[in-house]
């Protein structure tokens, strides 16, 4: 009797277990979804957003770490000029880029403008127009 009784919660203790195993399963995959898929799927959008964006003018970084410039776009193929030889045109997949800066994005570095270092002979020449004053 003993035994028969030890059986039976057994049996009904495993089939907590089986259910408990069940929902920790739903709960690795909903965790991996959440870490793994959907931020890829987010990248692709993104990707996918720059691609269609691009237009003829805008620099571009491909996969391979070369800077150019985008001469002409076709739907799955664009032309970008390497370098300040205008000869060096190549065609390549939109796939292929890595990054785009648009052209009306792109700002025109301007050197800081860089005040004298002051010297020994800096300081005196300062002194002596003071002292003439």
């Known amino acids: 009797m003993i035994l028969a009784n030890a059986g039976a919660g057994g049996q009904a203790a495993g089939a907590a277990g089986g259910g408990f195993m069940i929902i920790w399963l739903v ?3 909903g965790l991996m979804y959440f870490m793994m898929i959907r931020p ?3 990248e692709q959008k993104r990707v996918q957003a720059m691609l269609s964006d691009m237009s003829v ?5 491909t996969n391979g770490g070369f800077y150019g410039i985008i001469i002409d776009i076709t739907d799955e193929d664009v032309i970008v000029e390497f370098g300040n030889n205008k000869n060096c045109r190549i065609p390549m997949r939109k796939s292929a880029i890595a990054e785009v800066e648009k052209q ?3 700002v025109e570095t ?3 403008e860089t005040k004298p270092v002051e010297t020994k002979d800096n300081k005196k020449e300062k002194k002596q127009k003071k002292s003439s004053k």
């Open 27 to 29: 709960v690795l995959i």
């Open 40 to 42: 890829q799927k987010k």
């Open 57 to 61: 003018g805008d620099a571009v970084v």
């Open 104 to 106: 009306s994005d792109a």
């Open 110 to 112: 301007k050197e800081p």
